[in-house]
């Protein structure tokens, strides 16, 4: 009989703090690629002006796993110019070396709590580049930089 009590206990506990984990709305990919969006969008909005004043005729990006899925592209396309993936930037440099493209990666994400983050970032275009770390804080229902620790200009 207590043990009954017990399990029925031990799984009303549990069904609450998987309510309360569900309620709250946090997933962590979805925090990922939230960051990841205004991270772009913030590396957009500083070129080209800080790689030369030419407008890409792409920006090309990458996620510290790899090219970005379908769907999170999908938050680039109506952006202009075209957002593309990593793997279709390198193939159209390949395809001709006068396309401006602009290549910004983020090689770190780390979430420090909801609503807070740490993003190390790149953006190359025709050999220069820079990098910068960030952190990144929810500030009024959005992502925004709040520090920079570090910047890197190479060539």
């Known amino acids: 009989m207590i043990y009954g009590r017990l399990i029925t206990s031990i799984s009303a506990i549990l069904l609450v703090v998987v309510f309360c984990t569900t309620a709250?709305?946090?997933n962590h990919e979805?925090?990922?690629d939230d960051i990841a969006e205004q991270v772009f969008l913030h590396l957009f909005q500083i070129s080209p002006g800080g790689l030369g004043e030419k407008i890409p005729d792409y920006y090309s990006i990458r996620l510290p796993y790899g090219?970005?899925?379908e769907n999170f592209m999908k938050r680039?396309?109506?952006h202009s110019p075209p957002v593309i993936k990593r793997s279709e930037g390198s193939e159209k440099k390949k395809a001709s070396q006068y396309l401006h493209i602009?290549?910004?990666t983020i090689s770190r994400l780390e979430i420090k709590d909801n609503t807070s983050a740490i993003v190390r970032v790149a953006y190359t275009i025709d050999g220069s580049g820079s990098?910068?770390?960030y952190e990144f804080n929810y500030i009024?229902?959005?992502w925004r930089i709040v520090r920079t620790f570090r910047r890197v200009?190479?060539?």
């Open 24 to 26: 709250s709305g946090v």
């Open 153 to 155: 200009e190479y060539d």
């Open 102 to 104: 602009i290549f910004c």
């Open 140 to 142: 009024e229902n959005k």
């Open 76 to 78: 680039f396309s109506k």
């Open 67 to 69: 090219d970005p899925s």
């Open 30 to 32: 979805e925090l990922k």
């Open 131 to 133: 990098g910068a770390d």
